[in-house]
């Protein structure tokens, strides 16, 4: 009881924290970034350590240096302001030390060793970078300076991305962890199961369904497995569908999540802040390319339907108008307030969020059969805090990981050396340099998360696609997609592992099924780049719905091509036909 009473208090205090920083005003960057860390590193080393006595107790010691090195940042802010990010003394340096450590351990317990060794090694090339020869050395930096620009200046763990993380990020997050611990989650089952459960393949197209309206608001595509499979892949297993089949449909449509607005897995909005371009601009740059993608998932089940005779779920099995009605305002009322407050009001995304969390707490005081218990009550609102809070804390722990190889790249000048290899080695060529930048998302997709992968390939790559030509969303969203690609590619697809394991199958199986199921994620960036009307819903509506249509049909006839075609000859046929509707624009115009 007192543990939980604990835990209780502290996913608390860190969610009132962050949505006190709406209502409050300015604060300095170096008072809410490092009370954004102090806060999140006990859910990392204490309240989520394993059960190893060392493990425990280096927990304890890491998070207590770590929270009084936040601390001392956010009391002496003022004054390290006028040290221009130089370190004055040993102290100092300790304290540096002490944070870039505590990030890197944080980073390696949320997420394992890969992201923390790529920061690793980037502050291995700013310490000892000088002594490498050639142009992708570098002329040095003294250690006080170096260390301090990382960890008392605004250009290391307290960068922008931090800020993203602190003041946007963690608002959403704590939204999407209030509508779960509710009736939201069950009623987009119900809309799902209602709109699609009679048709062919319901269960599948419930899952499809379910899943772009929980990753809308989840934006992980694990999350979104183990919520949404937890009780599609059952149904779809009762309904006779091959596991490998039913456990492909979950990995694709909630890798999906990612990629829908508003959330992308937080990638918006480092987007805005990378791109300097307004949130909903990248929300209707972003809408037309994940329906696309699950429209090609649909025509993909549609295939998989008539081949193997996958019937609809049993009337008996699909909820009642009256609940469905019911819980849909679940997650309608929230999200009314949100577009309100954004569209209508004209607020803040993360002001609009936080009337929309608002709404959705009071809704945690009833239930899908509109009675009222304060017991229950109590155990929603508890798990809506502590979700909220785990959540928020390891997204911290993976953007300030990020941030020290972003801020390494900045110091030493690397991501210009990378940038003129890659326009070297493409020949100065576009889509040379695009197949490079895929391969290097794809590489890193595979061992650190989607927005991390993204985060250091655009700041690598991003310079290089934008002087070949591409405007910055389009070279962003491009980048963004391909990092998601390790979500179902092997041999390292995150969504692939927990929808097999959840349903006994073999894994490699489910991955080459989601592959063909997934082809969208595949081509859909390639075809922004071919179509740039694509991306342009706010500016040229009438050509994009166009490429819409055109790059839809392309799609349509790759799923069916390599799914349902009888012959080689045919799947050739149709794939190769899909390319060229898809790329016709491209060919027009060269």
Known sequence: MTRRLILLAFAATLVVFHLGLIFSGLVPNLVSRPLH???????????????????RCSG????ALGIAASLWVALNHSSLVDQYGFLENDFQIGIAVVLLLSVLEAARRAINWPLPLVAL????????????????????????????TLTIAEGGIWGSLTGVSVSVVAIFVIFGAVLNAGEAGQGFMNVAATAAGKLNGGAAKVSVLSSALFGSISGSASANVASTGAITLPAMTRLGYPKRLAAAVEAVASSGGQIMPPLMGAGAFVMVELTGVPYTAIMAAAILPALLYFVAVWIGINAYASKLELKGIDPADRPSPKATLITTAFFLVPFSVLLWGM???GYTPQYAACLAILAGFLLLFTNASLSFSLKDSFVRIEAALINAARQVSMIAAIILCASIIIGVLSITGLGVKITSLILSASGGLLWPSLFLTAL?????GMEVPTTAAYVICISVAGPALTQLGLEPLQAHLFVFWFALLSTITPPVCGAVFIAAGMINENWLKVALTAMALGIGLYIIPLGMIANPDLIGLSERPIAALIAFVQVGLGLG??????IAAGSWTRKAALVVGGLGIIFIRLALTH
């Open 440 to 444: 290097a998302c794809l590489i890193l």
């Open 60 to 63: 304890y010691v890491i998070a």
């Open 557 to 562: 006839c790759i799923s069916y091509g390599l």
């Open 121 to 148: 090694l980037a502050l291995a090339y700013g310490l000892y970078g000088q002594y490498i020869p050639g142009e992708f050395g570098h002329s040095g930096t003294p250690i006080a300076s170096f260390l301090g």
């Open 37 to 55: 860390l102090a806060l999140a590193l006990p859910w990392i080393f204490v309240f989520g350590a394993s059960t190893g006595l060392i493990s």
């Open 343 to 345: 569209f209508g009001a």
